[in-house]
């Protein structure tokens, strides 16, 4: 299984851009890269997938180093209902869905 | 669609006691989770089912047990409460084994053995 490394946590300004950072070196040439985030008291939540290229959602972008190596995650503004766990998750085609302990995101006012 | 839905939001067992938390999910997805989460940790899967009458352990089954006669339900049983198993109890449903098929949470239920 494909072991990542994340920062536990993270600060940022509100209304100012975020880069999640998460590194991925053993995953496999067909395993997609997951993101999900945690809101307080909440079940985790879909952001973002992606294979080699970068991806763009309403919700965030997802830049994937052209070694597949790591990725970062990109909220271009960050606001007040961002601040949460995220995580990155390499997944296969198979049944695992490996959560590690992801990143704290705190937003300040 | 509402989802993935969890009975109850909260509980408290006392040691010894048993109980079954629900989880029912309304999109036809083959594939269903059961995580739990101690505080300030990460998701840790105790058991998952690919199919009605399929059911496989994770990484922390033990205490535990499911069973799925449906497709849309997937219980989880505890026996005989341990404080071990106080935490967060997340289900989770996924359509199927593809690398872009994702997950969808129920809200959690609060478990707390006394």
């Known amino acids: 299984d494909a072991k990542t490394t994340q920062p536990n946590s993270m600060e940022s300004n509100e209304e100012e851009p975020v880069h999640l950072p998460c590194n991925h070196s053993?995953?496999?040439?067909?395993?997609?890269i997951h993101w999900y985030r945690q809101l307080p008291s909440q079940g985790p939540e879909y952001v973002i997938h992606?294979?080699?290229s970068n991806v763009n959602n309403r919700m965030a972008s997802l830049a994937i180093a052209e070694d597949r190596k790591s990725s970062t995650l990109i909220l271009h503004r960050a606001t007040l209902r961002d601040a949460a766990v995220y995580y990155c998750?390499?997944?296969?085609?198979?049944?695992?869905?490996?959560f590690g302990t992801g990143t704290r995101l705190k937003v300040l006012a | 669609n509402a989802g993935v839905t969890q009975t109850p939001k909260f509980r408290i067992l006392k040691i010894g006691q048993s109980m079954t938390l629900q989880c029912t999910q309304d999109?036809?997805?083959?594939?269903m989770y059961w995580y739990r989460q101690d505080p300030g940790m990460g998701l840790k899967l105790i058991y998952y089912?690919?199919?009605?009458?399929?059911?496989d352990k994770g990484e922390v089954p033990n205490g535990y047990n499911v069973s799925r006669s449906t497709t849309e339900d997937f219980p989880l049983r505890l026996e005989l409460a341990a404080p071990s198993q106080t935490s967060v109890y997340f289900c989770?449903?996924?359509?199927?084994?593809?690398?872009?098929?994702?997950?969808?949470f129920g809200p959690g239920t609060r478990l707390t053995v006394l």
């Open positions: 989770a449903s996924r359509s199927g084994p593809s690398p872009t098929d994702t997950q969808y």
């Open positions: 053993t995953i496999s040439g067909t395993d997609y």
């Open positions: 992606g294979l080699t």
């Open positions: 998750i390499p997944v296969s085609g198979t049944y695992k869905y490996i």
């Open positions: 999109m036809n997805h083959n594939y």
């Open positions: 089912s690919v199919g009605a009458g399929i059911t």
